[in-house]
């Protein structure tokens, strides 16, 4: 049963006439009233309102980027329109249309949904419940969201699913071998070397975009001019970089969030993590980056995703010692901000193979989400690495596998693992670990991708080569700070240094997240000498907006 027959109430609630007058306190202009069959907010359309509906009806309709469109629901008196999008003015993933009788409702903004969200906790709970699970129940639906067109199991097709699968958004992939998927390629004169297409939910056509085309088309990055000075700018979205934008928006802080990819960081491509405090059955790193994400934004926290960072311009302080810290991004654009919090966090290293990139995406994946274990469903696998993220990997994949061969370089994974997750790949019958064992060579190409691995003993230096398609590299961690261009101190291994130096020019103390830089923090796996567990990264994300408030008003004072 789909999520709209199990859970309908939830999805679409229905306030009585005194919560309907409480919700009409906050909106954000006077009722309009809309013809029978007048379109109140289309497919696509940014900035678009949540609907109170007081007269009449909205019938609700969703439409994917190849015209497919069915009916979603007809709301009635005291029910809302929108989903996850409208608390942060993004392009709007549905339509609504007034009914037979035409309507007449009340519009919330996105600055005045939020404000009705905190400012009544009964309402708010009900409302923020019902957005998460509409969007929840469009990723589930067909026609609706981004269509893309190739060949399933590509590298392109693979990172491009990825991309939108961990950001939350629907989409379908149709094969351009197909009867469907020919007729579109040769209909719209696109040639082979152009795969895959994305046509958004607006129908425009992309071919083989990147990340960042991917999310301008969707709506995902809002507009940044470096006329506004935020309080603060969080670089990564991970766990550590999505506590902080909680944490300081909740408290009133202007906050911008940016990244390159998705939310959720490395900490995302966990498929169960199992030991974090609250959830004695386990969460999905995706599911706990997307809940924080949507936390953040019910603060009003600006998510600039998927937008990188280029470099920090950290300035020179002036007499007060405020510095103008600008942050220049991929898209040309430049923000300013009052502090920067360094979230960037780290990301797998790369063994030393010499045709390592030929495979990347074509066999060779640094994550083991829900896209590569469909790819790699009742084959032979191999898997490097033996610290948490590695076991939570071989846990999620291993029921969906053939075989898995976990290889490790030590002795034994009791030094680098978790307990729970060692007794529980002991028990699984079709994982074979190697140890003290490493990769050598990989082969096959680009056109029909890895066929084998060569594996080789440390101790004999013995080769073995293993028939496998599919390679996980869960293996070290090197720092994502090459964008500070020097701005900040790192050590030897490039992860940054927070809270060593001594007092500045002011007598002020350094804190113990901040650089040698002041106003700059940094917090995470980024962090020289951290915990790199999911819980310490949350817990550096809540500190630091402690001792953000206590620069902005060391600063403050100074002025």
Not at 118 to 141: C, F, K, P, Q, Y
Request: proline share 5%.
């Amino acid at each position: 049963m789909s999520l709209l027959d199990t859970r309908r109430h939830q999805m679409f609630p229905v306030f009585d006439a005194t919560q309907l007058e409480l919700v009409k306190r906050f909106a954000s202009g006077e009722a309009r009233s809309f013809a029978p069959g007048e379109t109140i907010y289309d497919v696509g359309d940014r900035n678009s309102s949540t609907w109170i509906i007081l007269e009449g009806t909205i019938d609700v309709r969703r439409r994917d980027g190849l015209g497919h469109e069915r009916a979603i629901t007809s709301m009635g008196v005291g029910e809302f329109t929108g989903e996850i999008s409208q608390l942060a003015a993004r392009a709007s993933l549905a339509a609504g249309i007034a009914g037979p009788e035409g309507c007449t409702a009340a519009p919330l903004d996105s600055a005045h949904l939020r404000a009705l969200i905190i400012g009544s906790a009964e309402i708010g709970e009900v409302v923020m419940r019902a957005l998460i699970l509409r969007r929840v129940g469009l990723i589930e639906a067909d026609a609706v969201g981004s269509v893309l067109v190739g060949v399933p199991g590509h590298p392109d097709v693979t990172r491009l699913e990825g991309f939108l699968s961990r950001n939350g958004y629907p989409h379908k992939t149709l094969n351009a071998h197909s009867e469907e998927g020919r007729a579109l390629v040769e209909r719209l004169g696109i040639l082979p070397s152009e795969l895959p297409l994305m046509v958004c939910p607006t129908g425009a056509v992309l071919k083989c975009p990147s990340e960042a085309e991917a999310g301008v088309c969707l709506g995902m990055v809002p507009e940044l001019t470096a006329d506004r000075l935020y309080d603060v700018a969080i670089v990564g979205a991970g766990p550590a970089g999505l506590a902080t934008a909680v944490y300081a928006a909740s408290e009133g802080l202007s906050v911008l969030v940016l990244d390159q990819r998705a939310i959720g960081g490395q900490a995302g491509a966990s498929a169960r993590i199992e030991n974090y405090l609250g959830f004695p059955t386990g969460i999905s790193g995706q599911a706990l980056a997307g809940r924080a994400y949507v936390q953040a934004q019910k603060f009003g926290a600006e998510l600039a995703i998927p937008l990188g960072v280029r470099r920090l311009d950290c300035g020179e302080p002036d007499k007060a010692g405020r510095c103008s810290l600008r942050l220049e991004l991929s898209n040309g654009v430049a923000v300013r901000s009052k502090t920067v919090v360094i979230a960037s966090g780290a990301r797998y290293r790369r063994p030393d193979i010499s045709n390592l990139d030929t495979f990347e995406g074509a066999g060779v994946s640094y994550w083991a989400s829900p896209v590569e274990a469909r790819l790699c469903e009742g084959e032979e696998v191999a898997l490097v690495g033996g610290g948490n993220s590695a076991g939570q990997a071989v846990v999620y994949l291993a029921p969906r596998v053939k075989r898995l061969h976990l290889i490790i370089r030590g002795t034994g994974l009791e030094a680098s693992m978790s307990r729970y997750l060692i007794e529980r790949i002991e028990s699984l019958p079709n994982v074979e670990i190697h140890t003290r064992t490493e990769v050598r060579a990989l082969e096959g190409d680009r056109a029909q991708g890895l066929t084998a691995v060569v594996f080789g003993d440390r101790d004999t230096g013995q080769p073995h080569t293993c028939p496998v398609r599919h390679l996980f590299l869960f293996i070290g961690a090197d720092p994502n700070a090459g964008w500070l261009d020097g701005c900040v101190a790192v050590d030897p291994n490039g992860f940054v240094i927070t809270g060593a130096q001594p007092g500045d020019e002011s007598g002020r103390p350094v804190l113990p997240l901040e650089t040698n830089r002041r106003g700059v923090f940094a917090i995470g796996d980024v962090r020289a000498g951290s915990t790199k567990r999911v819980a310490a990264s949350v817990g550096e994300g809540a500190s630091v907006v402690a001792q953000i408030h206590s620069f902005l008003g060391a600063t403050t004072t100074q002025a």
